[in-house]
């Protein structure tokens, strides 16, 4: 399999912390979506943003910024086909998603990945941990990007009910003293994750 790119997600509309960008929220001195980038860039091609509205203000981080091409906030998994369909000017096989408010997951996150793809056959992998599946930690065939566009517009909205109509192999990562794939939803939840970092 080849190294596929990486899209980071961050097109949330973040209202449990009230509006904004959580990407862009300091943790430690350093912004979510900084330690997103360190971590997922290493593992992949090439790297780009999901996110809506002014792309702006993320040119500090000199990333490709696209925008969901369906309306209205359509959750995840417009984001994972705006990063299928730029992957596929790339030439791309494959994409591996992270999200942008999601600072500590594994480092190994795509390898781990694409082994799970290969070992149990599937075109699809996503993440899991004793937590239940990661739906915004996957990797993704280049391929179902017209299946995808389909099924969002026919008014699919959860990732694992798309996920679900197709094979779909599971990437088991261990849980130590936290969650790796711990995200930061509200202010208590970006209090909790000062403690992980230290």
């Avoid at 992270?98 to 190994?108: I, M, Q, S, V, Y």
């Avoid at 930061?184 to 939840?189: F, S």
Wanted: aromatic share 8%.
């Amino acid at each position: 399999m080849k190294q596929p790119y990486g899209v980071i997600l961050a097109g949330g509309q973040a209202t449990r912390m009230g509006g904004g960008d959580k990407g862009l929220l300091r943790l430690g001195g350093v912004t979510l979506l900084g330690r997103v980038i360190e971590r997922l860039e290493p593992q992949v091609a090439g790297l780009c943003l999901n996110a809506n509205g002014d792309a702006a203000r993320f040119a500090a981080y000199g990333l490709p910024v696209v925008a969901d091409e369906v309306e209205g906030f359509a959750g995840p998994l417009a984001g994972v086909l705006a990063g299928l369909d730029w992957a596929a000017t790339k030439g791309a096989e494959h994409i591996v998603t992270a999200a942008a408010d999601t600072p500590f997951f594994p480092g190994d996150l795509v390898p781990r990945l694409q082994m799970a793809a290969e070992d149990q056959g599937k075109p699809i992998a996503l993440a899991r941990t004793d937590n239940g599946r990661h739906p915004t930690f996957g990797l993704w065939p280049v391929a179902l990007r017209d299946d995808l566009r389909v099924a969002l517009g026919d008014g699919v909205r959860k990732v694992v009910q798309w996920t679900d109509s197709h094979d779909t192999a599971m990437a088991d990562f261990p849980t130590g003293r936290f969650d790796p794939f711990f995200n930061v939803n509200t202010p208590e939840d970006l209090s909790l994750a000062e403690g992980y970092a230290s």
